[in-house]
C-alpha cells in the first residue's frame, strides 16, 4: 500500500472505498445531522450538541464501513482528508453530480470498482 499525499489522488480512492450506494446513504444521513446539528446549536444553546457531532458523523459512517461495505474506513489512515472528502461527497450529491464523480473513480453503478482502476492506499 502507498500512502497518498495529495488530496486530489485521495478523493477517488475516498469513493472507492463508497462505493456501495447503501455506504453512501448512511454518510448523507450523518452529515446531514451534522450539519442540522451545527446549524442549530447557536440557537439553542445546548452543549450536549456539541458532542452529538462526531457521534452522528462518524456513528453513521462506521456502521456503513462495517455492515455494507466491509471495508476499514479511511479516517482512520487519513483524517483530515475523510473529512473533507466526507463534506465533499455530501455536496456533490445534493448538486446531483456525485455520480459522475463516482464514474471518473473507477466506480460502477451497481456499486463495484472496476479492478484495473482500483487504489491500494
Same mark, same amino acid.
Given at each position: ?11 477517488? /480512492? /475516498? ?13 448523507? @444521513?450523518?452529515?446531514? *445531522? #451534522? #450539519?442540522?446539528? *451545527?446549524? *442549530? ?9 456539541? @458532542? =452529538?457531532?462526531? #457521534? &452522528?458523523? /462518524?456513528?453513521? &459512517?462506521? =456502521?456503513? %464501513? ?7 474506513? =479511511? ?9 473533507? +472528502? ?13 455520480? %459522475?464523480?463516482? +464514474?471518473?473513480?473507477? #466506480? ?10 482500483? *487504489?491500494?492506499?
Amino acid at each position: 500500500m502507498k500512502k497518498l499525499t495529495r488530496f486530489c489522488d485521495f478523493w477517488p /480512492y /475516498y469513493l472507492q472505498e463508497h462505493a456501495r450506494p447503501g455506504t453512501r446513504a448512511l454518510h448523507y @444521513v450523518g452529515t446531514s *445531522i #451534522v #450539519v442540522a446539528l *451545527i446549524a *442549530i446549536m447557536p440557537f439553542a444553546g445546548r452543549a450536549w450538541m456539541a @458532542v =452529538a457531532l462526531p #457521534v &452522528a458523523g /462518524y456513528g453513521f &459512517a462506521w =456502521a456503513a %464501513h462495517g455492515l455494507i461495505e466491509r471495508n476499514r474506513p =479511511a479516517t482512520f489512515r487519513y483524517p483530515l482528508w475523510s473529512l473533507r +472528502a466526507d463534506f465533499l461527497m455530501w455536496y456533490r450529491f445534493l448538486t446531483g453530480r456525485i455520480d %459522475h464523480d463516482l +464514474a471518473q473513480a473507477g #466506480v460502477r453503478p451497481d456499486g463495484t470498482v472496476d479492478p484495473a482502476r482500483r *487504489i491500494a492506499a
